[in-house]
């Protein structure tokens, strides 16, 4: 069969599972999702609160808004979708020469991916963000910085942390997009200062503190911390797949790097060292992963980018583990506490079937003898009749 036919029939394989799963998938199993509906519902009473520590107004409005009015599968579809929009516009912007067999190829490699695909399948606000960076990116090639500004205003306010992202993205976009040497200075200035905007509430009713900023850290120590990161980050491409990335590692810094490969480097660095800070969900990971995964598809040849994606898949079905981890509850409402940690070759189910066995989990979070706690269960639209 023609390579370009089998990638799109993957492509398409994967789109309609997708947009199954998300029909199917009610309102998920991330205990941050009912809270950032809360903050819509709230707002709509007249009251302010923030979902979590620093909050993420643009998201929180966006999921909360179609959650309460459309219900769980109208969220999920906008949430998936715009993860592939997201992914098709930023490797838009990284070529010169644009083809839809270019663009397959690229975005099966990113759903191949168990973390990028099943993450992005519920109301959680990762590829929020992602979007509309990417959409100012795509404004920059085309020179309207003003769109730029709003798009990168919009991202910071839907997730304040891909601030570093926009600052590195605008510094090494390449010069024949800026008019003269000011005008990086110019578009990171404003859109630092659209993205804040969106921040005001929150930073007032903290009482014009910053505390907001650097909450939500996991408790432990630095040794603690960088084991976390350690392996989670392998996790998160994992562990068999790490060594394909290992290579392509090499391969990278063999190579003559341009504007393009600089964006995409410092992301995937600002992004480790955001994640060593704050090692908790795979997910904050995925701006790395997206980069890394276009690294793959313009520098591995095709017998090593189709074994990784070979590999990817079969993590859907079986993943290959070489920590077992106990944990101090066993329940699954209970809060996830690492007791103890020991070095041993496993097969265990794969993200597939886990997806599948936590669409259960969002019960954790809600009184079931409600009628709220009904409607969340059936995922429907939250508005009161």
């Not at 709509?44 to 923030?50: A, S």
């Not at 010169?96 to 168990?114: E, R, V």
């Not at 993450?119 to 085309?142: M, Q, R």
């Not at 066995?357 to 969340?376: E, F, L």
């Given at each position: 069969m023609n390579i370009n036919i089998s990638n799109k029939f993957i492509f398409f394989t994967c789109l309609i599972l997708g947009i199954y799963l998300c029909?199917?998938?009610?309102?998920?199993?991330?205990?941050?999702?009912?809270?950032?509906?809360?903050?819509?519902?709230?707002?709509?009473?007249?009251?302010?609160?923030?979902?979590?520590?620093?909050?993420?107004?643009?998201?929180?409005?966006?999921?909360?808004?179609?959650?309460?009015?459309?219900?769980s599968t109208a969220i999920n579809l906008i949430i998936f979708i715009s993860f592939i929009i997201g992914s098709a516009l930023f490797f838009i912007c990284l070529e010169n020469k644009?083809?839809?067999?270019?663009?397959?190829?690229?975005?099966?490699?990113?759903?191949?991916?168990?973390?990028?695909?099943?993450?992005?399948?519920?109301?959680?606000?990762?590829?929020?963000?992602?979007?509309?960076?990417?959409?100012?990116?795509?404004?920059i090639t085309k020179k309207r910085t003003e769109l730029a500004v709003i798009f990168f205003g919009i991202s910071i306010g839907a997730r304040i942390n891909f601030v570093p992202f926009i600052i590195a993205l605008i510094i090494f976009s390449d010069k024949k997009y800026f008019n003269d040497q000011y005008s990086k200075a110019f578009l990171i200035l404003t859109s630092l200062f659209a993205g804040a905007l969106f921040y005001l509430p929150v930073w007032i009713h903290s009482g014009l503190g910053f505390d907001w900023l650097t909450a939500g850290r996991p408790e432990g120590g630095l040794l603690e911390y960088f084991a976390r990161f350690s392996y989670?980050?392998?996790?998160?491409?994992?562990?068999?797949?790490?060594?394909?990335?290992?290579?392509?590692?090499?391969?990278?810094?063999?190579?003559?790097?341009?504007?393009?490969?600089?964006?995409?480097?410092?992301?995937?660095?600002?992004?480790?060292?955001?994640?060593?800070?704050?090692?908790?969900?795979?997910?904050?990971?995925?701006?790395?992963?997206?980069?890394?995964?276009?690294?793959?598809?313009?520098?591995?040849?095709?017998?090593?980018?189709?074994?990784?994606?070979?590999?990817?898949?079969?993590?859907?079905?079986?993943?290959?583990?070489?920590?077992?981890?106990?944990?101090?509850?066993?329940?699954?409402?209970?809060?996830?506490?690492?007791?103890?940690?020991?070095?041993?070759?496993?097969?265990?189910?794969?993200y597939f079937f886990k997806f599948l066995q936590k669409r259960n989990m969002i019960s954790c979070w809600i009184d079931p003898n409600t009628s709220y706690g009904q409607k969340v269960l059936r995922g429907e639209a939250l508005k009161k009749k």
């Amino acid at each position: 069969m023609n390579i370009n036919i089998s990638n799109k029939f993957i492509f398409f394989t994967c789109l309609i599972l997708g947009i199954y799963l998300c029909i199917i998938g009610g309102y998920g199993s991330d205990e941050d999702t009912l809270p950032m509906i809360g903050t819509f519902v709230n707002f709509l009473d007249g009251n302010f609160m923030t979902s979590r520590f620093t909050g993420y107004p643009v998201s929180e409005f966006i999921i909360g808004f179609f959650s309460y009015y459309f219900g769980s599968t109208a969220i999920n579809l906008i949430i998936f979708i715009s993860f592939i929009i997201g992914s098709a516009l930023f490797f838009i912007c990284l070529e010169n020469k644009i083809g839809l067999n270019n663009i397959i190829k690229f975005l099966i490699l990113i759903l191949s991916s168990p973390i990028l695909f099943f993450d992005n399948l519920e109301p959680v606000d990762y590829s929020i963000p992602f979007i509309f960076l990417s959409l100012g990116f795509f404004s920059i090639t085309k020179k309207r910085t003003e769109l730029a500004v709003i798009f990168f205003g919009i991202s910071i306010g839907a997730r304040i942390n891909f601030v570093p992202f926009i600052i590195a993205l605008i510094i090494f976009s390449d010069k024949k997009y800026f008019n003269d040497q000011y005008s990086k200075a110019f578009l990171i200035l404003t859109s630092l200062f659209a993205g804040a905007l969106f921040y005001l509430p929150v930073w007032i009713h903290s009482g014009l503190g910053f505390d907001w900023l650097t909450a939500g850290r996991p408790e432990g120590g630095l040794l603690e911390y960088f084991a976390r990161f350690s392996y989670k980050t392998i996790l998160t491409f994992g562990f068999l797949q790490s060594i394909i990335i290992f290579y392509l590692v090499k391969k990278i810094l063999e190579k003559k790097i341009n504007s393009n490969y600089k964006i995409l480097i410092s992301i995937i660095i600002l992004n480790l060292l955001i994640f060593l800070y704050i090692p908790a969900e795979l997910s904050y990971l995925q701006p790395m992963l997206v980069c890394v995964y276009y690294l793959a598809y313009k520098i591995l040849n095709n017998k090593y980018f189709y074994t990784l994606l070979i590999i990817n898949f079969f993590t859907w079905f079986l993943t290959f583990q070489v920590i077992e981890i106990q944990y101090k509850y066993k329940n699954k409402c209970d809060p996830i506490v690492a007791e103890k940690v020991k070095f041993e070759l496993q097969l265990t189910k794969g993200y597939f079937f886990k997806f599948l066995q936590k669409r259960n989990m969002i019960s954790c979070w809600i009184d079931p003898n409600t009628s709220y706690g009904q409607k969340v269960l059936r995922g429907e639209a939250l508005k009161k009749k």
